[in-house]
């Protein structure tokens, strides 16, 4: 399965989870998602297509599906994405937890491919605790997905399983919780909007800070608004300041470490993978909860003119 490499691990896991292998694909540099191009590189030159089945050259393994992986409230360029599945006849798995309500030309995220996940983790747009969703307009799958996380029960009395079930349910109260909180994604997604908005405008005036744009085609939700860090220009790298805001008592983050260099996955192929990791060394995700208000935020803006040492 081909999955991003700049990611949060927990899709990649998901893809060992039932024994398969990823191939991991670096990001583009103008918004950070997952590079279609040279996702179109490796199964036009790496890959080998008989009509009916493709095959990895190198690893010699089928390859079945695409995870595409909207990070940050961004969408992947989807419809080359989607056109390269259908031509090689595999199933496109969205990864939308990031981008719950973003939109590609008008489409929401996790309604794009065949099948679309989404996490309530605590740290998400919209969160239960602990859960997520899957997304299909594909009957059959979605009573699959049914049975599978309510552990494989074949006879609503007796307990007969004809298969090898999970626990992977949302409880009714978690999903009550959610309920209540999609009546209030708009709203959300404006705060996280126009939080980024401000970031934007008074960020990209400081020398060495730049900011992700937005592609013309993508209406991004904005989870979370992050910043390269260039050390020459701004006088210190990323890490530095991380440190530095962390004494000023503001909590930033570094991106996720690619997953091709993670020592879980190091030895999983990868095609490309230097974008992502300067976009690993040069960023910071600068705090953007809704909660964010309007002088805490002009204060970590402030911090950032302040500590740049050039
Ligand atoms: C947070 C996150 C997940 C994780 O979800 P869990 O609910 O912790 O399993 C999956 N994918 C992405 C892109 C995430 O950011």
Redesign the pocket.
């Given at each position: 399965m081909i999955v991003s490499t700049l990611?949060?691990?927990?899709?990649v896991n998901?893809v060992r989870y039932i024994g398969a292998w990823p191939v991991l694909i670096d990001a583009e540099p103008a918004y950070w998602q997952m590079d279609v191009e040279r996702l179109a590189y490796f199964l036009d030159k790496e890959c080998q297509y008989n009509g009916a089945e493709l095959r990895n050259k190198i690893t010699g393994r089928r390859v079945k599906a695409i995870v595409p992986?909207?990070?940050l409230g961004h969408p992947v360029d989807m419809d080359p994405l989607m056109d390269l599945a259908r031509k090689y006849g595999l199933v496109v798995v969205e990864?939308a937890?990031?981008s719950l309500g973003a939109k590609y030309k008008g489409k929401l995220s996790g309604s794009l491919g065949d099948i679309a996940?989404f996490?309530?983790?605590g740290?998400?747009v919209i969160t239960t605790g602990?859960?997520?969703m899957v997304v299909t307009d594909n009957e059959t799958w979605a009573r699959r997905a049914k049975y599978l996380t309510t552990q494989a029960k074949d006879d609503p009395l007796e307990y007969i399983h004809g298969d090898i079930g999970y626990n992977y349910r949302l409880t009714n109260i978690q999903a009550a919780m959610g309920c209540a909180q999609m009546e209030q994604l708009d709203q959300y997604i404006a705060d996280k909007r126009r939080i980024s908005e401000i970031y934007s405008c008074a960020l990209s005036s400081i020398p060495g800070i730049s900011v992700r744009g937005s592609a013309d085609w993508a209406y991004s939700i904005e989870w979370m608004h992050t910043i390269l860090v260039d050390p020459v220009g701004y006088g210190m790298d990323s890490r530095e300041l991380l440190r530095k805001l962390g004494e000023a008592k503001v909590q930033t983050r570094p991106l996720w470490q690619p997953i091709h260099l993670s020592p879980v996955y190091r030895s999983c192929q990868v095609v490309g993978g230097d974008v992502a990791e300067r976009l690993n060394r040069m960023a910071l995700s600068l705090p953007s909860s809704v909660g964010l208000t309007e002088e805490q935020q002009q204060h970590v803006i402030r911090l950032l003119e302040l500590l740049r040492r050039v």
């Open positions: 990611t949060f691990s927990a899709p998901a992986v909207h990070i990864d937890t990031e996940c996490s309530f983790n740290n998400k602990g859960g997520g």
